[in-house]
Structure formats: C-alpha cells, structure tokens
C-alpha cells in the first residue's frame, strides 16, 4: 500500500555529500517519500552555488547567510548581494544557516555576534525566517533574537539544548528543528525535547552529510535518512510517523510558503 503522507527535510547540506552524486541524493529521497529540501549556506564563497542548486531542481528550496564559524569573512557587500540573489531567486526561502558557534574558536566571539544581528536585520527588511546555529551559545543566541529580531520566524536548527530551554524558545514562538541526534542511544537530553515540545512547533532535518540517524550511524547522511528521524520521534510519543509527517510538513509549509 502507498503511503499517504511525505517529508520535508528543512536543513541539508547536500552540496557537501561525497559519496553518490547530487542527482542520486535527489532519486534516494524521493523514494524515501521526501518531497522538499531545504539547502543551507554556509560560506560566503558559496551564495552562488546554493542559490543555483535551488533554481535548478524542483525539490530543491535555499537559505543563504553566512555560518558563524565564519563570520571573520563577512563583509557588508554580502547583504547586498544575498538581497539581489533573493529578489530573482523565489526558491530562497530563508536566510540561513548564522547565529553563534562558541565550541571551537571562542576568539572572535564579538565578530559572530555583530555578524549575526547584521543578518537578523536582512531577514527582517525581507520578511524572511531565519534559521538559527547555536552550539554551546543558548543565552547570547536567545538573547540576540529577543532583543533584535522584529519580524522573522525563528527555526532552532539542530536543537541541542534542555526541554526547559526548548519551552522557553517555543513560548518566543521559535521552532524546533530535530535531526538524527535524537536516534542516538545516549541522546536522553534530545529524546526529552522530542517528547516534551507542542507538534505544531516541530520541523525535522537531517543536517546532511553530518549527524547520520541510526541504523546508519558512521556513514554519510543524506535526506532520504530524515524518515528514521520521524520514526524515532513518533515512538517516543507513542503517535504514528504519518502524524509526525502530517505535522512537520505543515509546519514547514506554513513558515516557507513554497511558492514554487
């Protein structure tokens, strides 16, 4: 019997999987029933490729923005040009992936945070969500949000914090975005936040190539692995993956307005 209900994976690096090609990551999701992807940007170097990737297959949607490892290469001009990018490219969906990363290089944590505001302030003259980085950073990346976001809808990418910080997120109206962490056996933190958050405030990701759901723990990820993501989270509620789909799907549909 064919299944009724899809996935959207709102967060993969499928420009950086090495071991099958970017046309065989598309074949292998669309036969694990995922119907969207969402490309994030990292580099700046890269704005031209992920936004072409975008305009050039169907499924495929983008963020761009620059990732606070690398917030020492931002330069103003960057603004601009994601903004002319935006303006012809209606597969951009967000800006995405920034905010503050203090695990491996705490020296320029003023540069990540000055970066960071710079591009809250693009999304909100574009009306646009932002997708938030936040590794070992919670209080300056909740902070930042609270304090200089106006307009844009919040998703917590890759959530790595408490239930109780997850509540207070959501009580900002910010959404949660869980990858394959929660498969792991010893996740009990990230098993907690599946379980404890509002449906209507979940989105699934797999952050491709990196973080690979169990049973494929060790390899290299791609989105067709989101549904092990989806399968872990309705177990530990107790509720179908199809509900799972049904949800996370409409959340994503609600926030990107896909237009295309």
């Known amino acids: 019997m064919e299944k009724k ?19 065989e990551v ?11 992807i969402i490309l994030p940007c990292a580099y700046p170097k ?14 495929i949607y983008a963020y761009l923005g620059v990732h606070p490892s690398e917030a020492k290469d931002w330069d103003d001009s960057l603004a601009e ?15 995405g992936e920034i905010g503050l990363d203090y695990y491996w290089d705490k020296s320029f944590n003023a540069v990540q945070k000055e970066v960071f505001i710079k591009q809250i302030q693009l999304a909100n003259k574009l009306n646009l969500p932002i997708n938030i980085h936040d590794r070992e950073a919670h209080k300056d ?10 307009n844009s809808t919040v998703i917590m990418h890759c959530f790595s914090g408490s239930i109780e910080f997850a509540k207070e997120c959501i009580n900002a109206g ?18 907690e936040v599946a379980k ?11 952050d491709a190539p990196y973080l690979t759901p169990v049973p494929y723990r060790g390899e290299e ?14 177990n530990l509620r107790k509720i179908t993956v199809e509900e799972i789909a049904l949800a996370t799907s409409e959340n994503a549909e609600r926030i990107f307005n896909f237009q295309i």
């Open 5 to 23: 209900y899809s996935f959207i994976d709102t967060h993969s690096h499928i420009d950086m999987i090495e071991k099958i090609t970017l046309e």
């Open 46 to 59: 890269d704005i031209d490729k992920i936004s072409q990737i975008a305009a050039s297959y169907p499924n």
């Open 26 to 36: 598309i074949t292998n999701a669309d036969q694990n029933n995922v119907t969207k």
């Open 81 to 95: 040009k994601i903004e002319n990018e935006i303006s012809f490219n209606k597969k951009i969906v967000g800006i």
């Open 196 to 206: 404890g958050i509002p449906l209507e405030r979940l989105l699934l990701e797999t």
């Open 141 to 150: 990346c909740f902070d930042i949000l609270t304090e200089y976001n106006k």
């Open 221 to 234: 990820n791609q989105p067709a692995y989101v549904k092990f993501v989806a399968e872990e989270i309705a």
């Open 174 to 191: 910010f959404y949660i975005a869980i990858g394959g962490v929660v498969t792991f056996k010893n996740a009990v933190k990230m098993k």
